[in-house]
């Protein structure tokens, strides 16, 4: 067995930019996905009833489907719907945003519901409107909650972006098995991909067990 | 519109799926046995393949066990058996943190008042901490099966005939990409909704049992 580790350094602009097309994914997902999945979390809790049921089913329909499925159907889909020609990179964004929205929401619904219902009922008996103590009681002491939570969807987040590598997206992992189907270099660009994903994803992970110990809850 | 409903009906695979999760469950409950009571070098190895799994996505795991592995060992193996093996490496690590949690949520006092009644290390774990640990588990435990039956639908990315696999034969030969693909997520949902709606409602019936 020869190796020949140069191959991964001599193909490194095509890595590093399959690196920032990951890293650009999961903030532009995640930019996308707290507004909307805060939206249907209060839809969730508060709209009409059947708009409630929608958004519920919403919730629930994406969180139990794989996500390389989202992202094939996406893929065939999308340009039907919208009757224009999508970039792969639309595609897979809109995938993943529709995917992580529906944990979000999530996320915000079971941090909202955390909140004893006393301390709303309590700051209505003092005078506050219904929105009033939501924004003054329940979000300040929610936020502290969800935070730990977000961060590890963060984390998901970022690993499921090697998923969109397979409608084309020129991100990592993309990048990496076609440098290996030029060159054939399979082992080499097989093991520079895992670790560059690890050398991003470890400190996340790290970081995301510190915010989770440092936002504990404790009753 | 044909589909090949085999994939799901399968005994064989429904098998090979139930092998696959207490592999899971008995790889994820050794590593978390061996973080916790394990020899103190062993440790910072088990500590660090933990995190590694969680900081790697479960495609570059597939991808690598499949084409990379067998370059290092000689070995090749059918796509099944790389799938079984990536997976597994991948999710007994998340296995491994949910029964670490579990076990270290029983409080030491507990711990402590059965070494004071003279019972050994392994019969503390047997009859006290693991059947309240256990129960704790249960909710996450919920959780990673419905993520490792969605993350089967990967392995289609190493071609193993699982549902995922299928529809993009069928898709491609068919030429109707779109209701095939739609069929497939229904499939999905209706195979994960039940687990997880299940899992909760046998959870709140037995969560009594993890008090203590």
Same mark, same amino acid.
Do not use: H, N
């Given at each position: 067995m020869t190796l020949d580790w140069g191959v991964v350094w001599q193909n490194r602009d095509a890595l590093i930019k399959g690196t920032a097309t990951t890293i650009l994914l999961t903030f532009a997902t995640m930019a996308i996905a707290l507004p909307c999945g805060a939206v249907v979390a209060v839809l969730r809790l508060y709209a009409w009833k059947p708009i409630r049921g929608l958004a519920t089913a919403y919730v629930e329909f994406f969180r139990n489907l794989p996500l390389i499925l989202v992202v094939y159907w996406a893929f065939y $889909? &999308?340009?039907i719907l919208t009757g224009l020609g999508v970039s792969p990179l639309l595609t897979g964004l809109a995938a993943l945003a529709l995917n992580v929205t529906a944990y979000n929401a999530e996320t915000f619904r079971a941090g909202i519901n955390s909140i004893r219902r006393g301390q709303v009922e309590a700051a209505m008996a003092l005078g506050m409107s219904r929105v009033q103590a939501l924004r003054r009681v329940v979000i300040p002491q929610a936020l502290r909650r969800i935070l730990p939570v977000l961060a590890s969807t963060w984390v998901s987040l970022f690993k499921d972006t090697s998923l969109v590598s397979v409608i084309a997206v020129t991100e990592l992992a993309y990048v990496s098995m076609q440098v290996r189907a030029q060159?054939?270099?399979? &082992?080499?660009?097989l093991t520079a991909m895992a670790i560059i994903y690890w050398?991003?994803?470890?400190?996340?992970?790290? &970081? $995301?067990?510190?915010?989770?110990?440092?936002y504990a809850v404790t009753e | 519109m044909e589909f090949d409903f085999a994939v799901i009906t399968d005994h064989a695979r429904f098998l090979a799926s139930g092998v696959g999760v207490s592999l899971l469950l008995a790889t994820g409950f050794i590593v978390a046995l061996l973080r916790l009571y394990g020899p103190?070098?062993?440790?910072?190895a088990v500590v660090l393949y933990i995190d590694s799994m969680r900081a790697i996505p479960v495609l570059v795991v597939l991808v690598w066990t499949f084409f990379a592995l067998p370059i290092v060992t000689g070995l090749t193996m059918p796509p099944f058996f790389a799938a079984l093996l990536g997976l597994t490496i991948h999710l007994a690590a998340y296995a491994a943190e949910i029964v670490r949690?579990?076990?270290e949520s029983v409080r030491p006092g507990q711990t402590r008042a059965a070494l004071a009644l003279g019972l050994s290390r392994s019969q503390i774990l047997r009859r006290i901490v693991l059947p309240q640990a256990i129960v704790r588990m249960l909710p996450a435990f919920g959780s990673l099966l419905s993520i490792t039956i969605k993350d089967t639908a990967i392995a289609s990315v190493i071609a193993v005939p699982e549902l995922m696999r299928q529809s993009e034969t069928v898709a491609g030969q068919s030429f109707q990409p779109i209701e095939v693909y739609t069929f497939a997520m229904l499939v999905y949902f209706a195979m994960l909704f039940p687990v997880t709606r299940g899992i909760d409602l046998f959870y709140r019936r037995v969560a009594h049992l993890g008090r203590s």
């Open positions: $889909v &999308l340009p060159t054939f270099r399979v &082992l080499e660009m050398l991003l994803g470890y400190p996340q992970a790290k &970081l $995301v067990d510190w915010i989770q110990r440092r | 103190p070098w062993l440790k910072p949690a579990g076990i």
